[in-house]
């Protein structure tokens, strides 16, 4: 690997290329978490500067598997947000996962962005190699910042669309979701805080990819059993999601009819299963035209709009839309809120201040804090909903031990007589 003398070299491996911007010297930093998933097109400067300032002045490394280093100047020059190094990899085969130099850069970065460009390149060279196991060590253990546009954005979820077959559009899939182009994985691969189980799409706007996000969270729920839920952006549309799961979305609306998407199945329906989800047929999931329950939300400059992802209920700045799907044809209607949620309920007749910090956890130790404790019961809970612990009589603020359960998401379910409330925690 050559080293740097000016702004940037190239390196002349066969395997993969460096490009690199600012200092040699590795900048020792705690970065503040965080995911930024970016819908395609030109970047939103302002969900980017969000990106760059969560990783603390520290480094930054971009990783693609075509193209060069657009981003270094991006980043380093042209945000306005000062940071010690951004360095470009170009991987150009699966070899490249285990190169020393590259797994070291990964340890050694504060921020990781995953360019444009095809996601099937992205699932062959890195799902199962040192390169996968380094990123998901970085965000468990050191709040590592990772972001993504387009293809980028695409591999981020827990259940992902590999395009192992090419794209496919809305009616292909609707038309028949056993299409073999619907090629959609939940092998392991980069495990992101909040989106565990989520499919994210990209591109919303261009074409109209509703009808086949649609067709992916039905296939999941088919073939993999559980809750999947779906989160998107339109082109030019990003959404920043902090470490308590806010998430914020960036946009040019007024200007621009800039748009992010939460898609969740219909919590107040007993069954919300696709009727018809077979190979060879069309997909039906109507439920009465309230299959799906999805949240649509304006990007603003400053994001002031909002949606918690850890409830999967509550937004703001935003409007509830209902789709359905009948015999293959998408249909999206106004809706209303969803009266409950697969995660959290709440009886709006009574409250409780429940919080838990800091989430993610230190190194398993977490404090929980309950404004007024009524005698409720407090459970772990992995995301199959498996209770691992139970704790009663609680103070209110007492400390949790959970350094004996295995890194990844977990959920805290606090239940009084009345109510049940829910926070998601993430165990380092």
């Not at 951004?86 to 085969?93: A, G, R």
């Not at 989160?231 to 308590?244: F, G, H, K, M, S």
């Not at 995660?343 to 398993?364: C, I, K, M, S, W």
Request: proline residues 4%; negative net charge; aromatic residues 12%.
């Amino acid at each position: 690997m050559c080293l740097t003398l000016v702004w940037a070299c190239l390196s002349l491996g066969q395997n993969y290329s460096s490009y690199f911007t600012g200092s040699l010297i590795n900048a020792v930093v705690q970065p503040q978490g965080g995911v930024c998933l970016m819908g395609g097109a030109t970047e939103d400067n302002n969900a980017m500067r969000w990106f760059v300032q969560q990783a603390n002045g520290g480094d930054i490394l971009v990783i693609r598997a075509s193209g060069a280093d657009r981003y270094n100047a991006y980043f380093y020059n042209d945000l306005g947000v000062s940071i010690n190094s951004v360095e470009t990899l170009v991987f150009n085969n699966v070899q490249a996962a285990s190169d020393p130099y590259v797994l070291e850069r990964i340890l050694l970065a504060e921020a990781i962005w995953i360019a444009g460009g095809d996601q099937n390149n992205y699932v062959n060279f890195w799902r199962g190699t040192p390169v996968a196991a380094a990123i998901n060590q970085r965000i468990i253990n050191d709040n590592l910042v990772i972001g993504g546009t387009s293809a980028g954005m695409a591999i981020l979820g827990g259940v992902y669309f590999s395009a192992s077959n090419g794209t496919v559009t809305s009616a292909q899939a609707l038309a028949n979701p056993y299409d073999t182009r619907v090629s959609i994985s939940n092998l392991p691969f980069l495990r992101v805080p909040f989106l565990d189980n989520v499919i994210t799409d990209t591109h919303y706007d261009n074409p109209d990819r509703r009808g086949r996000q649609t067709a992916f969270l039905a296939r999941a729920a088919t073939d993999y059993g559980g809750t999947y839920y779906g989160l998107a952006c339109d082109e030019y549309t990003a959404v920043c999601i902090d470490n308590n799961g806010l998430a914020r979305i960036y946009g040019t609306y007024p200007d621009y009819d800039d748009n992010a998407y939460f898609i969740t199945p219909n919590c107040g329906l007993t069954n919300s299963s696709p009727e018809q989800c077979v190979s060879g047929q069309p997909l039906s999931w109507n439920r009465g035209g309230q299959a799906l329950k999805v949240y649509t939300v304006k990007g603003t400059p400053t994001g002031i709009y909002s949606f918690d992802l850890s409830t999967w209920e509550n937004g703001t700045g935003g409007e509830w839309q209902d789709w359905s799907v009948v015999a293959g044809s998408f249909a999206a209607l106004s809706g209303e809120d969803p009266n409950c949620s697969p995660v959290a309920t709440q009886d709006p007749l009574e409250t409780v201040d429940f919080r838990v910090y800091p989430n993610p956890t230190n190194r398993g130790q977490i404090s929980v804090e309950i404004g007024h404790p009524q005698g409720g019961q407090l459970q772990l809970m992995d995301q199959t909903g498996r209770v691992l612990r139970n704790w009663t009589n609680l103070k209110s603020t007492d400390n949790l031990d959970l350094s004996n359960f295995s890194p990844g998401i977990y959920f805290l379910e606090y239940t009084t007589k009345n109510s049940r409330f829910v926070r998601q925690v993430v165990v380092r």
